[in-house]
């Protein structure tokens, strides 16, 4: 019975990689020189320091690029609320997130079954899908619908088994 995964992964250090890039870039960038702006990576974050809010969503940008260039998808960042932090400096954290939740999980399986494809079933195994089908076609009829809809996090699929 053929069948395939459905995950929502983020390649950390491709992440690392790009917040290392921005923060170099806002080092030598003459409109951030001696504005303490500043990109730091947590464990599962990326915390962003600006004196400005209009310096903030700069920095957003430079951050966006630098993610693009290194094909990390930008619906895998989830931004939390400007805030107030010392020296009247302000503060955003961007939220990296991976894996798939379980309401996430349930839209798939809602959309797996509207197709009305015979045979086609999809299962929530932890932070994955698990979709298995009859047929190959169908399997890939499902992979295209998934892809047309917009459920504001990345999907992959992979795992396809024979």
């Known amino acids: 019975m053929p069948s395939f995964d459905v995950t929502s992964e ?4 491709e992440v690392r990689n790009a917040v290392d890039q921005a923060s170099r870039e806002v080092t030598t960038r003459f409109d951030f020189k001696g504005t303490g702006a500043s990109v730091e990576l947590a464990d599962t974050s990326i915390e962003l ?11 957003v940008q430079v951050l966006e690029e630098k993610l693009v260039r290194r094909q ?12 107030e932090a010392s020296k009247g400096t302000v503060r955003q954290i961007a939220s990296l997130q991976a894996g798939i939740s379980a309401d996430h999980a349930k839209k798939i399986n809602k959309i797996v079954r509207d197709l009305g494809l015979k045979g086609v079933t999809s299962q929530a195994q932890g932070d ?16 295209a619908a998934l892809k047309v809809e917009d459920l504001g996090i990345p999907l992959q699929y992979g795992n396809f088994r024979d």
């Open 10 to 13: 983020v390649d950390f250090q």
């Open 49 to 59: 320091h600006a004196p400005t809010e209009d310096r903030l969503r700069a920095l």
């Open 72 to 83: 990390v998808s930008l619906k895998s960042l989830s931004y939390g609320k400007v805030e």
């Open 128 to 143: 994955q899908v698990r979709v298995t089908g009859k047929k190959r076609d169908e399997l890939q009829a499902v992979i």
